[in-house]
């Protein structure tokens, strides 16, 4: 049984749709990479998945248990974690205060899962008394990853974790990205650098127009000429 | 985001009619209007003549101020909490410039005495700006700002201590400077003018903040402007009021009540058809068309790049100048100037209530809302107070309570709960109004 | 030295009184708008609802304090603090939550929260009158005159109970409130809320909850300031009238959203009225004679009269609102 599976989601925003049937199935040992050009949905399906907008039409499964629209915190209990694209640190908490919120639903594991995450991103460590709106971009990130983590979800959708960051942020992310999968939280990503991101994907998802258009692993959807030709930019 | 509730389908009828076709035959306001006609006359017929005029003037009055209170809120977004202060602006300049000229006063000396006195304010603010600009003569930055910052108070402390004299002296030896003696309607200009005036000062220090803060800062120099009547008594007698005041039109000594109120009634019902027709014309202009779109969709007006702000300050003072204007004809038909007598409750949450429960930026709701919230609120006090004697009574005839002997000033403070009940009843159930504003749909 | 003891008794102690309760009242306000992002014009009659209780069970029950001791109405107020939270719960409940629920704008929240403040002073009104009430009912306010131990001093530093319970008070707030926002499960969340709500939704902290603790809160300060307010001065049930400018400008000079910048703020303003209408002639005064004759001081040298004190907080606002519309500490919602 996949950890996630999305069945032909139709959903949107009030009435419209913007999603016109995406299946997507991921296990929990893989990293999911979601890529395509602007408007295609991407984000969109992200967020279906995670209660922030209306499924009219499909179903989605975590474990097996139908969960779409149910509301965010419902899904935070239920082991999905969300890091939104943007303003997703509070910026006036200090790092550690920005992770125990993260537990908020889980206090029991704030002391065991604070060492864990600071394991995954040794940087917060040494700022865990620092605000996280004073940190660099890539630091925000790892905050906001951090938070996602530490009610221990076995799911973590991430919206853009490398948008706006230098070559060298995005390396250091996307390697972190590959450890908190090792560590066995299966993975759902957007992204907009699909070359690398298809590159450390199990499997990839080629939306365009709220339908998929190719679905493989990372490795084949990167060799296969026409989507190198469509969507990686040649 | 009211507009997000008005897209939504909704199963109430007056809902739906809000984006009906504008053409339609006007049911909703002819039933309104003939209900409120015959509220009127029912007035009429158990009150008398007379005291039906008198509420007819008095609700006109209120009409003009729910018609600035109106365009600033209906129109612009921009809530005005001090409509009383623009009230008391307008009825004092009524005052001033329409009562007989004070002779005691300008056969002294303190004419010229004040006439020093002001002088000294206005160069001790010549000097204070100068002193802001040092830095321009090389002068550097702190330095400038401490010798300002020290002469402004020193300043300041001489000007005001001279001014004080002089005031005292006024009180002493004339009561107070007396009026102009010239035509009323121009106080009533004058009171608009003025309002508009401290309207642009607060509208410019509020412009691109939240309206929350433009409604704290109204708040404010309402409470600041009565304090100032309240206490200038050199100049309006302060407590001790002023009256009578002339009126534009023939007395009721001369006449008797009812037709003089009818003639003045009269005059005001000019006053707001001329309002009534400047923004009818001005709303289908292009300034209107501007003033629309800002308010159907401001991003998509930004985007149009138009001046959102320097529209919405224009809107702002042209409704602090029409509440100067309804306060002045207001001060000049009740013949009386009472700084104490202009409260919060009375002269802004009423007018705001009127303005709410019409419809806000609809002209003609408003009107109707001004006239039929004006006559429960006159009714209401005797109303209340028989209700509460009879259950006072009754109380006293079943549990032997002792009847409270001040039931008539405690009615008076179950109007304030019911005006307060009021409002957030109608913001719950009827955020538009009895007849609400068309908002026109783009896409 | 006398002039010394009158600059302290007319500045230092009542600029400190009345910063202390807009302190307490701009905190309540700041923390409303951080969480729910409208101006709560009715916090001024909060304040006065909570002095209303005190003085409602202080009639029930005059001789209570008397038995441990201390003031009655101290003694009461608990129980007026948690009247007050659950009134301001309550007012939540029925007239702000309809209107959140259907996303008006937040100045239409002004208005509703305009029409609950005549709601409550009608009410108080009509069960308290209209006149003042002392809430000393069975109790006697004392008051302190400690004289200065310096021999050319005749004048005693003067400082009353109530005051001194206002500063303890004060201060015990403050620390409380400090030691909640930063170590507590629920104050974390509170700031997080305040920080970004669509996060901590997303984190599962429950909205309602923290709603109403903002509400508990302000609504328990505002009790303590109008409780406090009332015992130094008088119960007078338009007491809130004249509190509403100085405590948003207190809240907007320390930044909105800014509990601590709203308790500095709160000491700004009240310092600033306490300075204003101070007479500085009297701090001249021992150089009357030996200032030349050109130079004649009036007697009276305040800024502003006690009966134009109110300009001292709109004139802040207003300057607040031209050079730093932030505030002293960087607000976060203004926009």
Redesign the interface.
């Known amino acids: 049984m996949p950890l996630l599976d999305a069945r032909d989601v139709h959903g949107g925003y009030g009435g419209m749709n913007i999603l016109n049937g995406v299946n997507m199935a991921i296990e929990a040992s893989e990293v999911g990479v979601i890529v395509g050009p602007n408007g295609a949905g991407k984000s969109t399906m992200l967020k279906a998945i ?1 209660g922030l907008l209306t499924v009219n039409q499909g179903e989605i499964l975590l474990n097996g248990d139908p969960i779409h629209n149910l509301p ?2 419902k899904l ?2 239920r082991g999905m974690g ?1 890091v ?1 694209q943007e ?7 200090t790092v550690q ?1 920005n992770l ?3 537990a ?2 889980k ?1 029991d594991n704030v002391k065991r899962m604070l060492e864990r995450v600071y394991e995954f991103f040794p940087p917060l460590q040494e700022k865990r008394h620092q605000p996280a709106g004073e940190l660099s971009g890539g630091q925000r990130q790892m905050v906001a990853m951090g ?1 996602a983590l530490m ?1 221990e979800p076995d799911l973590l959708l991430l919206d853009e974790p490398t948008a706006g960051l230098s070559p060298l942020y995005m390396n250091e992310i996307f390697e972190r990205v590959k450890e908190v999968n090792a560590a066995g939280v299966g993975i759902l990503m957007v992204e907009q650098n699909a070359k690398q991101a298809l590159a450390i994907a199990d499997k990839g998802f080629v939306l365009a127009a709220g339908q998929n258009r190719f679905t493989d692993t990372g490795a084949a959807l990167l060799a296969d000429p026409d989507v190198a030709k469509s969507f990686l930019g040649g | ?2 507009q ?2 008005h897209t939504e389908p909704s199963p109430e009828p007056q809902q739906a009619d809000s984006v009906a076709s504008p053409r339609r035959f006007p049911l909703r306001e002819t039933v309104l209007f003939l209900g409120l006609l015959g509220v009127v006359l029912w007035v009429y017929a158990t009150m008398g003549a007379a005291y039906g005029t008198r509420m007819l003037v008095e609700s006109a009055c209120y009409a003009i101020l729910a018609l600035g209170l109106t365009i600033q809120w209906g129109y612009a ?1 921009q ?1 005005n ?1 001090g409509v009383m202060g623009f009230v008391a602006l307008g009825g004092f300049c009524a005052m001033f410039f329409s009562i007989p000229v004070n002779d005691a006063f300008w056969n002294s000396e303190l004419p010229g005495e004040l006439g020093k006195a002001l002088l000294y304010m206005v160069g001790a603010f010549v000097l204070v700006v100068a002193a802001t600009r040092l830095n321009r003569i090389g002068v550097p930055r702190p330095l400038r700002t401490t010798i300002a910052v020290i002469l402004g108070v020193v300043l ?2 001489v000007v ?2 001279n001014f ?2 002089v005031a005292g002296q006024i009180e002493s030896q004339a009561g107070f400077i007396g009026g102009m003696n010239l035509p009323v309607w121009f106080g009533w200009i004058i009171g608009g003018a003025l309002a508009g005036g401290v309207g642009y000062f607060i509208g410019h ?2 412009l691109g ?5 433009l ?3 109204t ?3 309402a ?2 402007i009565k ?2 009547l ?2 200038a008594d050199w100049l309006t007698r302060g407590t001790a009021t002023v009256s009578p005041l002339p009126w534009p039109v023939p007395e009721p000594s001369e006449v008797g009540f009812t037709l003089a109120r009818a003639i003045y009634l009269s005059v005001t019902a000019v006053i707001i058809a001329v309002i009534f027709f400047l923004l009818h014309r001005a709303y289908n202009a292009p300034w209107g068309r501007m003033i629309r779109a800002i308010r159907d969709n401001e991003v998509s007006a930004a985007a149009m790049g138009k001046d959102i702000n320097k529209r919405r300050l224009e809107i702002f003072v042209l409704g602090c100048i029409l509440m100067g204007i309804g306060g002045a004809v207001l001060a000049s038909f009740n013949s009386l100037f009472d700084p104490v007598g202009y409260l ?2 009375n002269h802004t ?1 009423l007018v ?1 209530v009127m303005v ?1 429960l019409g419809g806000p930026g609809n002209n003609l709701g408003t009107i109707f809302g001004a006239v039929a919230v004006y006559i429960i609120w006159i009714m209401s006090g005797p109303l209340a107070l028989s209700l509460m004697e009879w259950a006072a009574n009754a109380g006293a005839g079943v549990f032997g309570w002792d009847v409270p002997t ?1 039931l008539d ?2 009615a008076l ?12 009843l109608v ?2 159930f009827a ?1 538009k109004g009895m007849l609400p504003e068309k908002v026109r749909h783009h896409g | 030295m006398n002039e010394l003891i009158f600059f302290i008794n007319y500045v230092v102690i009542s600029g400190s009184v009345s910063g202390s309760i807009y302190a307490m009242g701009a905190v309540g306000v700041t923390l409303i708008f951080s969480i729910m992002r ?2 709560h ?1 009715a916090h001024g009659d909060m304040m006065t609802f909570g002095a209303f209780m005190v003085l409602l069970l202080t009639t029930l029950f005059p001789q209570a304090g008397a038995a441990i001791g201390i003031p009655t109405p101290i003694l009461l107020m608990p129980l007026a603090m948690a009247l007050t939270a659950g009134l301001a719960v309550g007012i939540d409940r029925t ?1 702000y939550k ?2 959140r629920a ?7 929240m ?3 929260s ?10 108080i ?2 069960f308290a ?2 006149g003042g009430s002392s809430l000393y009912v069975d109790d006697r306010k004392e008051i302190f005159r400690l004289p200065v131990p310096i021999e050319s001093v005749r004048v005693p530093v003067v400082i009353t109970e109530p005051q001194l319970y206002l500063f303890g008070l004060t201060i015990i707030s403050v620390i409380g409130l400090h030691l909640f926002l930063s170590r507590s ?1 629920l104050g ?2 509170m ?2 809320m ?3 709500p ?9 909205t309602n909850t923290i709603v109403a603790v903002t509400w508990m809160l302000a609504g328990g300060l505002a009790a303590i300031a109008g409780t406090l307010l009332s015992l130094d001065v008088t119960f007078k049930p338009d007491l809130s ?1 004249f509190l ?2 100085p405590i ?1 400008a207190a809240a ?1 000079v320390g930044g909105v959203g800014h509990p601590f910048g709203a308790i500095a703020g709160g000491f700004v303003v009240g310092f600033a009225e306490a300075l204003a209408v101070f007479n ?1 002639g009297l701090l001249l005064r021992p150089f009357r004679d030996s200032l030349p004759e050109w130079l004649e001081l ?1 007697s ?2 305040a ?1 502003v ?1 006690t ?2 004190k ?2 001292v ?2 004139f802040i ?2 300057a607040i ?2 050079w730093r ?1 932030t505030g002293i500490f960087k607000g ?1 919602v ?2």
């Open positions: 995670f965010p915190n935070v209990r969300f939104p303003h997703n640190v509070f910026p006036s908490m205060e125990e919120m993260g908020y639903l206090p938070r009610p | 985001m009211t997000s509730h977004g809530f909490a300041y402390l005001i201590s004080r004299e220090v509020c903040l939240r309206s929350d803060y409604a704290i800062a708040i404010g120099i409470e600041i304090a100032f309240k206490n919060p409750l949450f705001l709410i001040n000033s405690r403070q179950a109007r304030v709960f019911v005006i307060g009940l009021l409002i957030s913001l719950r955020p | 409208f101006a014009f007239f309809p209107l259907h996303g008006v704008k937040p100045i239409v002004v208005i509703a305009l029409g609950v403040t005549l709601m409550l002073q009608g009410l009104r009509l009158g209209t499960r974390k969340a700031r997080a305040s920080d970004n669509d996060l901590a939704q997303a984190s599962g902290i429950n009238f509403l400018l948003f907007i500085w009036p009276n040298l800024f009269g009966e134009y109110i300009v907080p709109f606002l207003v609102l031209v519309p976060k203004i926009t």
